[in-house]
Nanobody, 124 residues
């Protein structure tokens, strides 16, 4: 089992940047594919980005492609989401997630472990 804790959220103006971190407990961090999801008020939790176990393969939602970068440092048991050119529609609670198995799923309920979330608010 892995426990996940997000940090780095906050309030930023449109066009600005933020970096989210997801710290994981346990010695088996590198065995999990990981991902970021977000949930805006009144909306379903949606996929943002994922990264495989080694960090060599990434996947992005079309809405963030070219603006967000996912990465991980297995030595530090930490995953990151660098967000640039932020837009008001990026406002949401951002969650990190992990999955038992080889591949992260874009469908939120198909993944196994979740953090508590961190709020990102982008003002216009």
């Amino acid at each position: 089992q892995v426990q996940l804790v997000e940090s780095g959220g906050g309030l930023v103006q449109a066009g600005g940047s933020l970096r989210l971190s997801c710290a994981a407990s346990g010695r088996t961090f590198s065995s999990y594919p990981m991902g970021w999801f977000r949930q805006a008020p009144g909306k379903e939790r949606e996929f943002v980005a994922s990264i495989n176990r080694s960090g060599g393969i990434t996947d992005y939602a079309d809405s963030v492609k070219g603006r967000f970068t996912i990465s991980r440092d297995n030595a530090k048991n930490t995953m990151y989401l660098q967000m640039s050119s932020l837009k008001p529609e990026d406002t949401a609670v951002y969650y990190c997630a992990a999955r038992r198995g080889a591949i992260m799923q874009r469908r939120a309920d198909a993944n196994d472990y979740w953090g508590q979330g961190t709020q990102v608010t982008v003002s216009s």
